[in-house]
């Protein structure tokens, strides 16, 4: 059986759909690539950011429930996201560019042998920066070529995804056992698993903690995370192998922009596994416009006009807007 290749997506909540397209978009300097609808509640924007491309394993995307609550970070969560960059001396970049913006940061550290940066969002939503500099393992993706942030310095795909556990053995065993990912290395409370090829696109960093509260969902939190696999015959071998297990889980679950299986193997924690297509340029939006629209599924199309009238607009377009590239002086 094929392993998991990797990290697919990380979809969070946010208390702001504009807000979070400000942040990602003129300061992260991601790429929205589709401007969509929660398909399970139409009400709920789904905003998808990613590399230029849009390519699998560079993406995260938020959803805005109304009325939520804000999260409570603690035990038993996915807890942070990581993101990619080419090299220490572009830590050194979103250091200066975070200060430029008032960004809440850690400064530079090491993990695993690899400097990161650790900040937060407007929410209080967490992630890390990883330095690819000393990173072996799967390929990261294309810095959006038109955005704000200069190229070499740019975020370019998905890292580490941490979890907080207060059961290490079990998260160990689903890790493990179920998913097949194998333990690398431990640093204190903090336990590297890696997936496929390994590196910064292929790891879960799971903290084991004991004694903070138990974590709560909510805005500034994350929903889940997704695992990569080429197609839907790998998807269905992974859906079997769940049930060899007694893995509760969705089965199949078409996303338009690829197939999903969800399964709850440990607490609260939602995983699902994703395939690598098709993919955000289709037969509504090309590369030169992704994102600029609300983009709907098929199964939606019919009831564009209804869902045009729950949907509060957001003015996403950037194909006519020019992006200076923006360096900080020390």
Do not use: C
């Not at 001396?89 to 008032?102: E, G, I």
């Not at 998905?158 to 079990?170: E, H, M, Y």
């Not at 790998?234 to 509760?248: D, Q, S, T, V």
């Not at 709907?296 to 199309?301: D, E, S, V």
């Amino acid at each position: 059986m094929k392993e998991l290749q990797g990290i697919h997506h990380v979809t969070a909540i946010t208390s702001s759909a504009e807000k979070i397209y400000e942040f990602f978009t003129y300061i992260l300097g991601l790429r929205l690539v589709k401007k969509t609808i929660n398909q399970d509640d139409i009400n709920t924007y789904h905003l998808f950011f990613a590399d230029d491309l849009g390519s699998a394993g560079t993406d995260i995307t938020f959803f805005d429930f109304r009325g939520i609550d804000k999260a409570l970070h603690g035990t038993n969560e996915i807890n942070r996201t990581g993101f990619r960059v080419k090299d220490d001396k572009s830590l050194d970049y979103w250091v200066k560019r975070f200060k430029h913006y008032n960004v809440k940061n850690d400064g530079i550290k090491e993990m695993f042998g690899k400097k990161v940066l650790f900040f937060e969002d407007f929410d209080g939503g967490l992630y890390t920066i990883f330095s690819d500099q000393n990173n072996l393992g799967i390929k990261s993706g294309t810095p959006w070529k038109k955005g704000p942030v200069p190229d070499e310095f740019a975020i370019t795909g998905l890292g580490p995804i941490f979890l907080n556990v207060s059961r290490l053995k079990g998260m160990d065993t689903m890790l493990t056992e179920v998913l097949l990912m194998r333990k690398i290395q431990t640093e204190g409370k903090y336990h590297l698993y890696e997936m496929g090829t390994g590196g910064n696109g292929a790891s879960v960093i799971v903290k084991e903690d004991t004694t903070s509260v138990q974590g709560y969902q909510g805005y500034g939190g994350i929903h889940h995370v997704a695992f990569r696999v080429n197609d839907l015959k790998e998807l269905e071998e992974w859906r079997i192998r769940l049930e060899k297990f007694g893995a509760p889980n969705s089965g199949y679950v078409d996303r338009f922009y690829f197939g999903s299986l969800y399964t709850r193997l440990y607490l609260n924690i939602l995983f699902e596994i994703a395939t690598d297509g098709p993919g955000f340029i289709d037969d509504e939006e090309s590369y030169e416009i992704l994102g600029e629209k609300l983009a709907l599924p098929p199964k939606f199309r019919n009831d564009r006009e209804y869902v045009e009238k729950i949907v509060r607009p957001i003015d996403t377009v950037r194909s006519t807007k020019e992006f200076k590239k923006e360096y900080f002086n020390d």
